[in-house]
């Protein structure tokens, strides 16, 4: 089983949508979680940090199920400019050590 | 502040050349990592350092490909005796102790 898990997609969704993309992860002492997205030909950029609590920002809602090991994102009114790959990110260890891994991504293409 | 940065953006080198690829971390940060992507392919990890120390190297190849982060100056992923299939877009993160990577904008290395 690999250690982070997506599914690639794509995921074809219409504007207006809300689409919800999981990832799974292997090691139960992952510390802390965070999905990132990435444009075509472009860096990851941090999109938000997953709390246990779950975190919402604007149409984005991000949640940590610790129990089943996995991690969600939830994107409300898509947007075409929401179109990207959507990395999921496990950090294991603390301190002085993080040993983060990221997961293949999974695509959005949003369409009009 | 400045985000991070590497130079070269893009880097051609014929076979058996020699590339060298250079990374400023977000000031005050002191964990760099280095990441290949191939095209239409996920992030893969090669290195993580700390100032003047290789944390986990595990993902770099046996050969060729090496790594440093020294007290002054930027952080260099050196790649000896290039082949075509060297080719990718490098990426370098930095982040303070313990929290997200961010991300510079890449070096895509096209190997002729």
């Known amino acids: 089983r690999k250690e982070v898990e997506q599914d690639p997609g794509p995921f074809n969704v219409p504007e207006g949508a809300t689409v919800a993309f999981n990832c799974t992860y292997s090691n139960s002492a992952s510390q802390s979680f965070f999905w990132y997205r990435q444009d075509c030909r472009k860096e990851p950029k941090l999109l938000m940090s997953v709390y246990s609590s779950g975190n919402e920002d604007g149409r984005f809602t991000a949640q940590l199920n610790r129990a089943s090991q996995y991690i969600s994102l939830l994107i409300r009114d898509s947007k075409l400019s929401d179109s990207a790959t959507y990395l999921c990110?496990?950090?294991?260890?603390?301190?002085?050590?993080?040993?983060?891994?990221f997961g293949t991504g999974t695509k959005l293409q949003v369409i009009p | 502040n400045a985000g991070v940065m590497q130079n070269p953006r893009h880097l051609v080198r014929r076979r058996g050349q020699e590339a060298r690829l250079r990374c400023s971390p977000v000031?005050?940060?002191?964990?760099v990592y280095w990441y290949r992507q191939l095209p239409e392919e996920g992030l893969k990890f090669m290195v993580y350092?700390?100032?003047?120390?290789?944390?986990?190297e595990s993902g770099m190849p046996k050969e060729r490909f090496s790594a440093e982060f020294p007290k002054e100056g930027p952080s260099i992923l050196r790649i000896q005796q290039v082949v075509r299939g060297d080719s990718a877009a490098y990426f370098c993160a930095s982040s303070p102790e313990v929290h997200e990577q961010f991300f510079g904008p890449g070096t895509r290395l096209t190997v002729l």
């Open positions: 990110v496990v950090n294991e260890g603390s301190g002085g050590y993080q040993k983060v891994t």
């Open positions: 000031k005050g940060h002191s964990h």
């Open positions: 350092l700390q100032k003047e120390n290789i944390i986990d």
